[in-house]
């Protein structure tokens, strides 16, 4: 071949890529584009409102999760106020780049345009993937950052090239700032390396310097966590415990197959998993999916522990039926990747109008809700302020002027703590996760308003209570406010003094 005609046809394959990656980035900006346009329905989430509460007391590790979302949300904070839609943008984003770099792991598998393609729509078309971006959720950003990892180990196992491992360590920091469950698919990792060929690189340095790196960039939250006596692992063995009894563990498998992944893509992910194992070079991704599934798995962990994993697996499962594809009969493959991607279409639909919120009225909003306790828990948080807020202006001037009002859960904390200074209400008091490190304030008040409390335990605790307003929701929708912590109550100081109080509520939720 001459030179010239070499150079035309690096030329044509550069512009190839280029194209593929075109149509990735274009998939992943319409997704985007779709949840911008979706997100500022309803209300914040619960759990939404707990970030947004540890934005506002910044450190280096909270009782209930590491530091990286909260800083997040901190920043997201500073740039867009109290905007459900800017403030769920890095949720978006990151989802966004989830879609793009499974695309990306196609290609580095030796996929084309139809399996990048494919693979980018299975994952944007994926129950989990599409609801990890209608909220601010750190296990949206632990998406993101094991997908990094599963795509720096195929390039780390393609190219031979060992400073891969800088980057991986670096990923697994970041995870580890992000969420404690990533140890599971650390487990995986270095199960991977040890069980394969891949072990070559534990005589390498630069394998050790992503450890060091990861370490290193984890640091600060594990000082945090040894300064605090690692309390969030005794909030992790409380919430496990409260999930186990609660049921909330049951299901783990059948998760695996109709809502971490695209139901019409099992036999994809599947097929990629088999051909990890069946592939000497590629051997460790199908233990970095095996080990963390079997080890949630048998710790009764819930179903979307594993979510992350699966991005991975449909990559190469696309690789794998694009080959299987290629000497078909045109009409024999075109009939099958119709009736896939009809198939992929039809379940993302339907995973949408159950997670994503839609509609603002009618029937596609009536139907979510009623299937979505995540969207029920996004409304009546602007009810519940203002209730507190009229119970508040019902009291003499000087039960107002020694007011506090005192919280059942981090929803309700985070609800007074974020949306009540436009009532100018006094911030929350609350035993709940990190606001229990925060403690109480001085001088105490003389007066609560006790939110998600039960009578009886409200006269356990407080002196003179009387009930003074309901907690509900101006739309009538069932959830947990409404349903389990309907009443609110005025009542007098504790019985007994604050300091002890708070010894005896150190509460996880």
């Not at 995973?351 to 828990?377: H, T």
């Not at 003179?464 to 929708?477: E, F, K, P, T, V």
């Not at 389990?484 to 010894?503: A, L, M, N, Q, T």
Request: aromatic share 12%; net charge positive.
């Amino acid at each position: 071949m001459s030179s010239t005609a070499w150079e035309r046809k690096t030329e044509q394959t550069a512009g190839s890529r280029r194209m593929d990656l075109a149509v990735v980035v274009g998939i992943a900006a319409l997704c985007a584009l779709g949840h911008i346009a979706t997100n500022g329905r309803y209300g914040f989430h619960r759990d939404e409102l707990q970030f947004l509460s540890d934005a506002r007391h910044l450190d280096w590790g909270f009782v209930s999760y590491p530091p990286m979302t909260p800083f997040l949300e901190h920043i997201g904070l500073s740039l867009f106020g109290l905007s459900l839609v800017g403030l769920r943008m890095f949720s978006v984003i990151a989802q966004a780049l989830v879609i793009v770099i499974s695309g990306l792991m196609a290609r580095d598998l030796g996929g084309g345009r139809l399996a990048q393609v494919t693979t980018s729509l299975c994952v944007a078309l994926s129950p989990l993937p599409l609801f990890e971006a209608t909220e601010f959720q750190y296990t949206s950003f632990g998406f993101l950052w094991f997908a990094l990892i599963a795509w720096f180990t195929i390039k780390l196992l393609k190219t031979e090239d060992p400073r891969w491992w800088l980057g991986i360590g670096a990923a697994v920091g970041l995870g580890l700032l992000t969420k404690y469950s990533i140890v599971f698919f650390i487990a995986g990792i270095l199960a991977g390396v040890v069980l394969t060929p891949a072990r070559r690189h534990l005589r390498s340095g630069w394998f050790w310097a992503g450890i060091a790196t990861a370490l290193l960039i984890f640091l600060p939250n594990l000082l945090w966590l040894v300064h605090h006596n690692f309390i969030s692992y005794d909030f992790l063995k409380s919430i496990h415990q409260r999930d186990v009894g609660q049921g909330r563990a049951d299901g783990f498998l059948l998760g695996q197959f109709i809502a971490n992944a695209n139901l019409v893509a099992v036999p994809v992910w599947i097929a990629g998993l088999i051909a990890y194992f069946r592939d000497r070079r590629y051997r460790m991704l199908g233990w970095m999916y095996v080990v963390p599934v079997l080890m949630f798995w048998v710790g009764k962990g819930r179903f979307y522990y594993t979510a992350e994993a699966y991005p991975m697996l449909l990559a190469m499962g696309c690789v794998v039926a694009e080959r299987w594809l290629r000497p078909m009969p045109r009409l024999r493959r075109v009939s099958i990747e119709s009736a896939f991607f009809v198939g992929i279409f039809a379940v993302g639909a339907y995973a949408s109008a159950r997670l994503v919120p839609l509609a603002a009225s009618g029937p596609l909003r009536d139907y979510a809700l009623s299937k979505n306790n995540d969207l029920r828990e996004e409304i009546g948080w602007d009810d519940l302020v203002r209730t507190v807020a009229s119970i508040r202006d019902s009291l003499p001037p000087d039960q107002q002027a020694h007011l506090g009002i005192t919280v059942g859960n981090y929803g309700e904390q985070g609800a007074i703590e974020i949306l009540g200074p436009a009532y100018h209400l006094p911030p929350p008091i609350s035993t709940t996760n990190s606001a229990w490190l925060r403690g109480y304030p001085t001088p105490p008040p003389t007066t609560i308003i006790a939110l998600g409390i039960s009578a009886e335990n409200a006269n356990q605790i407080f002196t003179g209570c009387r009930l003074a307003g309901h907690n509900g929701n101006s739309l009538g929708i069932q959830n947990e406010e409404s349903q389990y912590h309907p009443d609110i109550f005025v009542c007098g100081p504790p019985r007994k003094p604050w300091s002890e109080v708070w010894k005896e509520h150190k509460d996880f939720g």
